[in-house]
């Protein structure tokens, strides 16, 4: 998989430190940071460091796509009590507003049922 920063991409410049995030993970993969509209008590999102625009798109690193989950599960552990609700939302009828790959982290009580 090749490097691709995209400097219009709002997630590549939070990766690259241009814009601020409260980072809660980061390794060589992806990094981790704290949602600016959570929607649930703990709300993180776990992004590529490299720029793939979904989860389809992912799918093609399947190690990257398992690592992404792992790392999802350790914050549900870390920060609320392990339970939690991954969602990759996926073109912009499913509400992708940002095309960057990014698993939404939710967790900490009880979820409502709901489209997030
Ligand atoms: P999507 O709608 O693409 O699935 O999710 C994008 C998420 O990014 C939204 O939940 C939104 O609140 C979050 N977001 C948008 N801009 C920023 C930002 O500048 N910083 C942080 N930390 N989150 C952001
Ligand atoms: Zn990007």
Known sequence: ATERHD???LFCRIIAGEIPSERVHEDDLVIAFKDLHPQAPVHVLVVPRE???DVTELAQE???LAHTATVASRI???????DFRLVFNTGKSAGQSVFHVHAHVLAGGKLAEGEL
């Open 76 to 82: 549900a552990a870390d920060h609320a009590d392990g």
């Open 51 to 53: 720029h793939r625009r």
């Open 62 to 64: 399947p190690q990257l």
């Open 7 to 9: 400097p219009e991409c």
